[in-house]
């Protein structure tokens, strides 16, 4: 049984600033927080009963000698702490969940919004940055909901209290009404100043998440070329920066929290002070002095979470900025549709690319060589839609504006398969086949055009391998031929593959070139690579200098009358014909 989505559909929500956000996560959830705030309300008012019913058994029963008063009241005090127990466990839980459907849901929606803008978020924001949002923000979001459960209750409590000892003495009162506020006023500055050293803090720690994960992405190569030291050196750095700005966050975090407690502390010893000498006076009782002093003691619960809901709210606040910052990402022109759209070909067209001059004919093996690696991706990202083309009409495919084709179509029918895109976990036919679409005999053929039959039956269980994500037991040029064997298997109408064997040996390369031209026969691939095994298989090869087609043929033609392409596909070297540069490549 598939596991349930909590928030299939997490609404649409207010992102014009961090405590509107959060308040629309209070609105998605009406009832529970009402119910939290209900137990929440009971549970702290209990807390305040009490001393009202000790009061009472000293009075009643202990002074008066009536044993009778004095067994009614602490039978009525047991019960009262049973009922406390049962609505604390209560107010808990349902605290509980409220965070927790908070945390689901703003969970939801950056996977969501994630996915819609796809190629620009990298553009706009860190790896690390997200996975900062994701791993901490969206936690940190979810605890100021808090302040809907006992946070409520903590300021009806406070108003209780400050009721029951006008009863006593209007001094008191008066005294407790004008000495929170005062304690807010005493601990804001503190909590300013560390919600600008919280912001700072975060900032750098996405910038080191984010160096930490191309470290670790790019470790191999850095061995190679000598630069792991370099880069190991920089990281300590950031680390060492870091560390000092978290001091600042924890210096300001203990200062809040020895004011969270030692002001109430002060505050309420000041309040016993009071009703002892109102006592020695006579003016109270000491059934009342012993009510005024559990009544200031039950005071320090409200009044600590108060001060702690204003430390949450501030790391809240933080929080939800970098989480509004991610999902007011706008996708590009270009993934937002046309104002007038128009339905795709209805079957397989031509793809013509303005910026780069090429045109693709439906149903060929179309080789593209660039003199440089990022104009190649840049027109796999135009002719796949991920980026803005500029005009209208800039990429066509059958003629029509390929902005102005619904973008689900464009997806379902072109695919841009990157040789090191993003290998998710669970078995190998799931990682292949997600959604089970095709069958296992489909998923065979796949892998072994993909020269990759070898990894399903080189671990123990085959297709019923699983695999952690990323699928790093595999080597590198097992983990490429995975990744082609699925783009084959979504068998799209144009595939367009982003140097597929870049990993691979030659003699593994020659046959991968060979059965990708059988089984994409008569389907539209584009290849964007240098290596001449799979340029020699094209039908044409486009030669891309400085972003445009500087010449077009097949592979031989180019080897023979073409220099730029000869020592872009012999790696830099220049033989001596091109006769023997033909010869030597082909063999």
Not at 90 to 117: G, I, P, Q, W, Y
Not at 563 to 572: D, F, I, K, N, P
Request: net charge positive.
């Amino acid at each position: 049984m598939p596991p349930r989505i909590p928030h299939p559909d997490p609404g649409v929500p207010d992102v014009r600033g961090p405590l509107r956000y959060m308040w629309w996560l209070v609105r998605r959830q009406p009832v529970r927080v009402l119910r939290g705030s209900l137990f929440g309300t009971l549970w702290m008012v209990g807390l305040a009963v009490r001393p009202y019913l000790i009061s009472r058994a000293i009075d009643d029963g202990l002074r008066k000698g009536d044993t009778a008063a004095l067994l009614t009241w602490a039978g009525v005090i047991v019960l009262a702490g049973m009922l406390l127990a049962w609505l604390g466990i209560n107010r808990h839980r349902t605290m509980t969940f409220v965070r927790e459907d908070a945390t689901a849901r703003s969970a939801a929606l950056l996977v969501r919004h994630v996915a819609r803008v796809g190629a620009v978020l990298p553009r706009k924001l860190a790896a690390g940055e997200v996975a900062t949002v994701g791993g901490t923000d969206i936690g940190r979001v979810s605890m100021v909901l808090t302040l809907t459960g006992p946070g409520v209750g903590a300021v009806i409590a406070y108003a209780t209290v400050a009721f029951a000892l006008w009863q006593v003495s209007p001094l008191l009162a008066v005294v407790v009404l004008l000495g929170v506020p005062a304690i807010a006023v005493a601990v804001g500055p503190v909590l300013r100043r560390l919600e600008k050293t919280e912001s700072s803090y975060r900032r750098q720690q996405g910038i080191l998440t984010t160096r930490a994960g191309d470290i670790v992405a790019g470790l191999r190569v850095l061995a190679g070329v000598g630069g792991r030291d370099l880069f190991a050196r920089r990281y300590a750095e950031r680390s060492r920066e870091l560390r000092t700005e978290g001091y600042r966050v924890g210096a300001l975090a203990s200062w809040v929290e020895a004011l969270t407690i030692g002001i109430p502390g002060l505050f309420l010893a000041a309040v016993v002070w009071l009703g002892a000498r109102m006592a020695a006076e006579g003016t109270v009782t000491i059934g009342q002095l012993v009510a005024v002093y559990g009544y200031t003691a039950i005071l320090v619960v409200p009044v600590w979470f108060l001060l702690e809901a204003g430390y949450d709210v501030i790391a809240g606040r933080v929080a939800a900025r970098r989480i509004l910052a991610v999902l007011t990402i706008e996708p590009d022109r270009v993934l937002g549709g046309a104002t007038e759209p128009q339905a795709a070909p209805a079957q397989p067209a031509d793809l013509f690319d303005r910026a780069s001059g090429l045109s693709i004919p439906t149903g060929l093996m179309i080789g593209v060589a660039a003199d440089d690696p990022a104009d190649a991706v840049a027109l796999a990202d135009r002719l796949g839609r991920y980026t803005a083309t500029g005009e209208p009409g800039d990429v066509t495919w059958g003629g029509v504006p390929i902005t102005a084709i619904e973008l689900a179509t464009v997806r379902e029918r072109i695919l841009v398969a990157d040789h090191d895109s993003y290998l998710f976990g669970g078995t190998l036919r799931e990682i292949l086949n997600r959604g089970g679409a095709r069958d296992d005999t489909a998923v065979r053929q796949a892998l072994y055009a993909a020269s990759a039959e070898d990894v399903a039956d080189s671990v123990s269980d085959g297709l019923d391998t699983t695999f952690e994500p990323r699928a790093r037991t595999l080597s590198g040029g097992q983990r490429q031929r995975v990744r082609l064997a699925r783009a084959l298997l979504a068998e799209p109408e144009v595939l367009i593959l982003i140097d597929p064997t870049s990993a691979v040996d030659a003699h593994t390369e020659a046959r991968i070139a060979d059965r990708l031209r059988t089984h994409r026969a008569g389907r539209t691939t584009i290849l964007l690579a240098t290596s001449p095994l799979l340029l020699g298989r094209a039908d044409v090869v486009a030669y891309l200098k400085d972003g445009r087609v500087a010449a077009e043929g097949t592979h031989a033609d180019l080897l023979a009358g073409e220099s730029g392409y000869r020592q872009l596909v012999a790696r830099g070297s220049e033989p001596d014909t091109a006769t023997a540069t033909t010869g030597e490549i082909s063999a």
